[in-house]
Nanobody
């Protein structure tokens, strides 16, 4: 079972990036999915989560209104569209598959984790 996140990179403040997280080894169409991030010297922070059927989603306060999480169960892939990026968004971004079907903001609710993709926002 593997989750691979990609799409990170270097972008100027105000720019956009779209992260993708592709799953292999099993389907996650019945699992809630999430994105977290960890900046230098910081704890892992909740970014966004989406339920198995895209019926509900939730965002961290620092990204609300700028980031959008979505998923394509046919492709076993979850996305994070990041707009109006700020230097404080700089972090390694991780995707994760939950143990259950619904949304969760808690690290402990996620069983499978990807390797992370670096996002750097320059001022």
């Amino acid at each position: 079972v593997q989750l691979q996140a990609f799409g990170g990179g270097l972008v100027q403040a105000g720019g956009s990036l779209r992260l993708s997280c592709a799953a292999s080894g099993r389907t996650f169409s019945n699992n809630g999915m999430g994105w977290f991030r960890q900046g230098p010297g910081k704890e892992r922070e909740f970014v966004a989560t989406i339920s198995w059927n895209s019926g509900s989603s939730s965002y961290g306060d620092s990204v609300k209104g700028r980031f959008t999480i979505s998923r394509d169960n046919a492709k076993n892939t979850v996305y994070l569209q990041m707009n109006s990026l700020k230097p404080e968004d700089t972090a390694v971004y991780y995707c994760a598959a939950g143990s259950g079907s619904f949304t969760s903001r808690l690290v402990g609710s996620y069983r499978y984790w990807g390797q992370g993709t670096q996002v750097t926002v320059s001022s």
